[in-house]
């Protein structure tokens, strides 16, 4: 049984950082690609980044060179930080752990998915 769980969020002002946090249950962690995903109100889920199961890395251009992705293998969490935050990366952030070692920036490849944490961008 893999449980996911999003830590981290919060309310920030416009050019501040955040760390999220996904916590990971059930083994093999380090075989599996993962990656982040957010949802603002009324819009799509929308992927933000992820990171194969060999540390390769891949971001949405909106948040190119602001977000870096990292894994911990050894304690089984995804790590995402953001950095120089933006009031249109307000949004509900999705920790998920793909069906392979490696990834695409699509819903589908992913089969397991966290709960959310909300991250709030005030100006």
């Known amino acids: 049984q893999v449980r996911l769980v999003e830590s981290g969020g919060g309310l920030v002002q416009v050019g501040g950082s955040l760390r999220l946090s996904c916590a990971a249950s059930?083994?093999?962690?380090?075989?599996?690609?993962m990656g982040w995903f957010r949802q603002a109100p009324g819009v799509e889920r929308e992927f933000v980044a992820g990171?194969?199961?060999?540390?390769?890395?891949n971001y949405a251009d909106s948040v190119k060179g602001r977000f870096t992705i990292s894994r911990d293998d050894a304690k089984n969490t995804l790590y995402l930080q953001m950095n120089s935050l933006l009031p249109e990366d307000t949004a509900v952030y999705y920790c998920?752990?793909?069906?392979?070692?490696?990834?695409?920036?699509?819903?589908?490849?992913?089969?397991?998915w966290g709960q959310g944490t909300q991250v709030t961008v005030s100006s």
């Open positions: 998920a752990k793909s069906r392979w070692s490696w990834f695409t920036n699509t819903e589908s490849t992913f089969e397991h």
């Open positions: 990171i194969s199961n060999s540390a390769n890395t």
């Open positions: 059930g083994s093999s962690f380090s075989a599996y690609a």
